[in-house]
């Protein structure tokens, strides 16, 4: 036998008190009907079936109650719709993700926030329903749903900013309503658009520019600092060079010859590059020094 397709879904999101409400067909007391059995399947949109969840939802948790439904039985409809009034949680979020037609227009009121996404609608219209009978038995019928319509209109005007004579032609008309049209007219509290991260977005930004400038000041400062350094470096050689070179012009055997004076050329060449050594050597230290301290101030 298939099983059949859920079109009601109860999750918790895990690690967190946010439970989330999925009615994604038509609200109906009953399921299919089941040849194998002759018998109904239990609706998953009824509200016995919505009762048995919310019972399982804590008190401080958050319930987010996503809707795409044209709409179906207004009695279980009204039901699932006083079940969420009553039920003692944090907060109730719905959120229209298509359509919240009929009877679940209705039911989106009982949130504690009312959010339509971008390209959705909402259409509230009277109720009706099919009957058989003579003229008596017709005559009734119109005036029941008179009196269950004047019920019913009472759950839109706790929400809504228009006057009951404006929502009784509305509902006569069977009128659309976008997202921005139903907010105005208070069937719901905002309208969910990506563009809410963009300020965000905006400023993240705004703050990589800034530590980008201030990378870009502190490289130029260390790169002036070493220019200076190494300017003062080359003027100490050259002071060295010049007080080596007096030294040997003052010398006593500047004027002599032979193999003494060659071993003393060596020596002083030798001496040359040693102190040349140690000068490029203490250069590199000099420089590994002011490079830590560089990165240090970052």
């Not at 879904?9 to 399921?31: M, P, T």
């Not at 059995?37 to 998953?44: D, I, N, R």
């Not at 049209?181 to 905002?190: I, L, P, Q």
Request: hydrophobic residues 35%; negative net charge; proline residues 1%.
């Amino acid at each position: 036998m298939k099983q059949q397709k859920a079109h009601y879904c109860f999750r918790q999101e895990a690690g967190s008190d946010v439970h989330k409400l999925y009615i994604y067909d038509d609200v109906s007391e009953y399921g299919t009907f089941d040849w194998w059995t002759w018998e109904y399947t239990e609706s998953e949109t009824s509200a016995e079936f919505f009762r048995k969840a919310l019972a399982e939802i804590p008190e401080n948790a958050t319930i987010e109650l996503h809707i795409n439904s044209n709409g179906g039985s207004v009695k279980e409809g009204v039901a699932i719709y006083n079940q969420l009034k009553q039920k003692k949680c944090k907060e109730i979020v719905a959120y229209v993700d298509g359509f919240a037609y009929s009877i679940a227009s209705i039911i989106m009121q009982a949130a504690d926030r009312r959010i339509m996404g971008l390209g959705t609608s909402l259409l509230i219209h009277n109720m009706w329903l099919s009957v058989a009978g003579n003229a008596k038995e017709l005559r009734k019928a119109a005036d029941d749903l008179d009196v269950l319509m004047e019920s019913n209109r009472q759950i839109y005007l706790e929400r809504v900013n228009i006057s009951e004579d404006e929502l009784i032609e509305m509902l006569d008309s069977e009128t659309y309503l976008t997202p921005e049209k139903a907010v105005e007219m208070g069937f719901a509290d905002e309208v969910g658009k990506a563009e809410a991260s963009i300020p965000d977005l905006t400023q993240q930004l705004q703050e990589q520019i800034v530590q980008m400038r201030r990378e870009m000041t502190a490289q130029k400062a260390f790169r002036e600092d070493l220019k200076q350094f190494c300017i003062r470096q080359q003027g100490e050689r050259d002071t060295d060079s010049s007080n080596s070179d007096s030294v040997d012009e003052a010398g006593p055997d500047n004027t002599g010859e032979g193999v003494g004076d060659s071993t003393q050329d060596t020596d002083s060449e030798s001496n040359d590059k040693n102190q040349k050594a140690e000068k490029q050597f203490k250069l590199a230290a000099l420089l590994g020094q002011a490079a830590a301290q560089y990165l240090k101030e970052r």
